[in-house]
């Protein structure tokens, strides 16, 4: 099964790598010319592409018409979650793409005991774990993890406009 990896640098049969996932790809993978990949570009379509050149800090593709990813649920499922101790929110998040959720929201209530510091390194880290966790499992977009909502009203509020 070919390896997975996302980028929006998708365009007239070419596409770019770029960052950590083009030097895990070129360095640590060792891919040579004419390998195969599967990219895909965060809206649920996938590409078939295979390597054409390694270009510093980066790995060039040529692409064939894209497809849309068949790992991907008919609906939309946000997961608000009570705000857990310790790293259980990690665990929420990696089997919650897993199954098929595409936003996260956790939020603090009344019963909630944790009170986590920076939050906005911590936001950083756990979208970095639902990209990896949909990698990993062949999803066709990055779900998004939201910061934490402050309260339960905030949650109904946010739930509301999709009603």
Known sequence: MPHRYFTTEIADGTAFLRGKDAHHLARVMRAKLGETVIL???NAVEYTAHITGFPEDAVEFSVE???PSTAEPNITV???AGY???DKL???IQHGVELGCARFIPFFSRYCVAAPKKEEQ???RYNRIAAEAA???GRGILPKVC???KNFAAVCADWAQYD
């Open 65 to 67: 018409e894209g497809y």
């Open 135 to 137: 990698k990993q499992c």
């Open 147 to 149: 910061m934490p909502l």
């Open 84 to 86: 857990p101790k310790q």
């Open 90 to 92: 990690e665990e929420i």
């Open 40 to 42: 895909c570009d965060g």
């Open 122 to 124: 911590k936001n950083t």
């Open 78 to 80: 946000t997961l608000y």
